[in-house]
């Protein structure tokens, strides 16, 4: 069972719809949780990071974590074109970032 | 701002040789990390230093080390290369600042082909 899961896609949504990306991990010791998206052929940026359980909200996205479950979700609302990229899971059992386990991540297409 | 430098970008080898890859973090970082991209594994965490000194290692062979120096900048070596070594090498720096949540600023990545 891998560390961190998530459906490979890849996940096509229509254009101002919500796209809703999810991911398991096994570590319940895990404390930190982030978001990364990347575009093909580039490296990932960081969208969100939450460390407690509920809801975080920036702008159009919204993470959700609940650690009793081992699930972090990624909420995408009004979606672009331009928010088609590869999206990565990433656990750390601390609260900083020095050693990430990644997902395999998610392919999300926003189709106009 | 300069961001993260990896050189070089792109190298092709042949099983048995080593390589030297190397980052230049943001100015005023301290945190290096090294991570594998691979189409089949994904990300995998390689190793991280923090003023000089290794903090984390990832499950890879003896044949993967790195180093640091004082000023922040990074080396990761591979020796004996084998086929599977095949794969982006991506470099990424972090101030550690747990209160901003410690983003990590990823490099281009240095592509690495094993022939």
């Known amino acids: 069972q891998k560390e961190v899961e998530q459906n490979s896609g890849p996940l096509s949504v229509p254009e101002g719809a919500i796209a809703s990306l999810n991911c398991t991990y096994s570590d319940r010791g895990s404390q930190s949780f982030f978001w990364y998206r990347q575009y093909s052929g580039k490296s990932p940026e960081l969208i969100m990071f939450?460390?407690?359980?509920g809801d975080k909200e920036d702008g159009r996205f919204t993470a959700q974590l609940n650690k009793a479950s081992q699930y972090v979700s990624l909420l995408i609302r009004d979606s672009q074109p331009s928010d088609s990229a590869t999206y990565l899971c990433a656990v750390s059992s601390n609260f900083g970032n020095e050693k990430l386990t990644f997902g395999t991540g998610t392919r999300l297409t926003i189709i106009p | 701002k300069a961001g993260v430098t990896q050189t070089p970008r792109y190298l092709i080898k042949t099983r048995g040789q080593q390589v030297t890859l190397s980052c230049s973090p943001i100015s005023g970082h301290r945190s290096v990390s090294w991570y594998q991209q691979t189409p089949g594994q994904g990300l995998q965490f390689l190793f991280e230093?923090?003023?000089?000194?290794?903090?984390n290692k990832g499950n890879f062979p003896g044949r993967f080390s790195g180093r640091q120096f004082s000023n922040s900048r990074s080396e990761m070596n591979v020796s004996t290369l084998e086929l599977g070594d095949s794969a982006l090498y991506l470099c990424a720096s972090s101030l550690q600042d747990r209160v901003k949540g410690g983003e990590l600023f990823f490099g281009e990545g240095s592509r690495l082909t094993v022939l």
């Open positions: 230093y923090f003023s000089e000194t290794q903090r």
């Open positions: 939450i460390y407690s359980n």
